[in-house]
């Protein structure tokens, strides 16, 4: 079965500090990756997607970049965090896209920028 | 372009109530539709979903259907428990797209 991992689960980093959030699938090939942002009591905003090793789509303008090393490897950075950068960072992956097959999130970052 | 609208709340509730959390949604053809719940401090995982008109998706004593003339896609429970406290979303994927269309989400509370 799949499983996707995200680490750290919660991290507290003073503003200018940079980032690093990871996000790992196991179980299967060449999943369609996406980071998505949750401020407090709000929706979710999609940040950035990917549909294969080295090909990044970004949602939003911002201080923050996705890389795709790996086919299951998901990575989220910033050179210098800012105070809207908190929040909790969600990784999901998909297998095709289309009208049928459903995105599956990880357990989550809790990001607290100070 | 394809979207949801979903009944924002907060909601809160005594146990053994009714819920039901209202969803519609617009779309260029007939996609599938889900069903995510969030329970504090996790991520999201998915509840139900339905994969064509007249679809009825059921898990863990919830239930949604697929209404393609109301295009709506209302989730509800008969007896709602403490645990079922919740933000619950409304999804879409678009047919020619990678990403899924969520609502705004409901926060819902259930009391003892």
């Known amino acids: 079965s799949q499983t996707i991992h995200q680490w750290p689960a919660t991290l507290v980093q003073p503003v200018g500090s940079p980032l690093s959030l990871e996000c790992t699938v196991e179980g299967t090939s060449n999943p369609n990756l996406y980071w998505y942002r949750q401020a407090a009591g709000r929706g979710l905003q999609l940040l950035f997607y990917s549909v294969g090793i080295g090909q990044i789509s970004s949602e939003v303008p911002q201080n923050l970049s996705a890389s795709r090393p790996q086919d299951r490897q998901f990575i989220l950075s910033s050179k210098k965090l800012l105070l809207s950068d908190s929040g909790f960072y969600l990784c999901a992956w998909s297998g095709l896209a289309g009208p049928s097959y459903e995105q599956y999130f990880g357990p989550g970052t809790r990001l607290t920028v100070t | 372009g394809d979207s949801v609208t979903q009944m924002e709340g907060p909601v809160t509730l005594s146990e053994e109530a009714f819920l039901t959390i209202n969803c519609t949604y617009t779309?260029?053809?007939?996609?599938?539709l889900f069903w995510y719940v969030q329970y504090p401090g996790e991520g999201l995982q998915l509840l139900l979903k339905a994969t064509k008109a007249d679809d009825k998706g059921s898990n863990k004593g919830f239930e949604a259907t697929y209404r393609k003339e109301t295009t709506s896609f209302h989730l509800e429970k008969g007896s709602v428990q403490v645990s079922d406290s919740a933000v619950y979303f409304c999804?879409?994927?678009?047919?020619?797209?990678?990403?899924?269309?969520f609502g705004a989400g409901t926060t819902v509370t259930v009391r003892a």
């Open positions: 999804a879409l994927p678009p047919l020619d797209d990678y990403k899924l269309s």
């Open positions: 779309a260029t053809g007939y996609p599938s």
